[in-house]
């Protein structure tokens, strides 16, 4: 018999496996279109603005935010760790040691 732990470790794979294939996909459309558009299209000048230079780039905008989405996973992860572990060891205290090691009985024939 499969144990369920694996079992749902291979459908989370199948499912990255998927979303990877998905993500590849898109990406190769938009290689595709950016190349086509570009290809028909006049160059468009850049506009000169003020201060346009501090402003963070499009890469520092997603780490910065994949990395703040990193953090609070963990923090959330952190915390229902923190709630399994209080109210299982409550539950454990109130319903004390498992009923068949109170009772003595004698074996069946």
Known sequence: ???TSTVSHEI????LDTVRKSQDAVVDAIKTWTEAVQSITPAIPTPSLPF???LPKPEELVASAYDFAEQLLASQRKF???VLE????AAAKKTGPPASASKTHSPAK
């Open 1 to 3: 018999m499969t144990d």
């Open 12 to 15: 989370q794979g199948q499912i």
């Open 52 to 54: 346009t230079d501090k």
């Open 80 to 82: 229902a760790e923190s």
């Open 86 to 89: 209080v109210t299982s060891s």
